[in-house]
């Protein structure tokens, strides 16, 4: 997500920068860890950074990053 500023969350001691930008959302885990639970924590740290709730079915990726598309209500943005 080129020129997006990220936002900086943490979630239960895991770090992530979460980047926004038309619906979408990407968090980057930024913190040396290895234990389980990751994915729920970027899970979390999406929607925080975003105040939106993630699109059932569409959370994807591995301990270090994570991509979702949003769903923000009545303003949602035009996802297809």
């Keep these: 997500m080129w020129g997006v500023a990220p936002v900086q969350v943490t979630v239960d001691g ?28 970027g899970h979390t740290a999406i929607e925080r950074a975003s105040g939106c709730e993630i699109v059932p079915g569409s959370f994807d990726g591995d301990p270090a990053r994570m991509v979702a598309k949003l769903h923000c209500g009545p303003f949602d943005f035009d996802l297809e």
Excluded: P
């Design 14 to 41: 895991s770090t992530f920068s979460v980047y926004i930008h038309n619906g979408q959302a990407e968090a980057i885990r930024t913190n040396f860890e290895y234990r389980k639970g990751i994915l729920e924590r």
